[in-house]
């Protein structure tokens, strides 16, 4: 089957894949596998596959913000994606998690806009439990400060004429934001699949911690390397699970 917006053959999307919003990001993980072909650089929509110990994986580009990113999710799932791993960056809202450390999401709050037109107010959006424990676990193998909690899915970076409720959605316990994981864990439950995040945190979002926002420093760059790591080693986690299954 043909994937029209990824441009892509079904037939090559394995059952693991690593998303990301950069699509220099995806061949940065790329370079990481064993036999990585390209297969398609289709608008912001970048796919490889390879190996990584042993395991075939895609890694895929889904841009910024949730409405292109669904449609990156719906048609790797289609493909016959069943595991997905976003591998993106975040803002903080704690100082236990200053820039350079590693956010790993166990469920989104969905303040975005297209969670809201495809399923009802309160559905849950849910990271798979699995998926956490393996990137937990990568992550903190790496060293490093690793956080674990609730984050926050939005739609706009930067604020208008209305306040993004950041504080808010802090004190009622949520660690950090980001603008696609929502999406990711609601896209995955509709079509039965399996999805989590891991986040390297670029700057604070909420304002009393905000200095000035510069993603591009080495702290942040080394994070990126951990957290592309930690992906890598759970999806070897998860296939070697998975195997046991099947097996028993
Ligand atoms: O680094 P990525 O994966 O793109 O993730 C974050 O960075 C972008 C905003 O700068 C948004 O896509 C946000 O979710
Ligand atoms: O969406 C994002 C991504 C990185 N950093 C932020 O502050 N927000």
Known sequence: MYLPILQIQSEDIPEYAIVCGDPRRAEVISRKLENARELAFAREYRTFVGD??????????????????AICFEELIRAGAKTLIRVGTAGSYSAQTPAGSLIVSTAAVRADGLTRSIVPDGFPAVADSRIVEALDASARELGGVVGRGITVTVDAFFEGALDIPHKTYKKAGAIGVEMEIAALYVVASLRGARAGAILAVDGYADADLAAEYDPHTDAVAQAVEREI??????????????AKASAE
Do not use: F
């Open 229 to 242: 790591e930690a992906a890598l080693r759970a999806v070897a986690k998860l296939a070697e699970q998975d």
């Open 52 to 69: 990584y110990q042993g395991v075939r994986l895609a890694v895929v580009s889904h841009g910024v913000g949730s409405p292109g990113a």
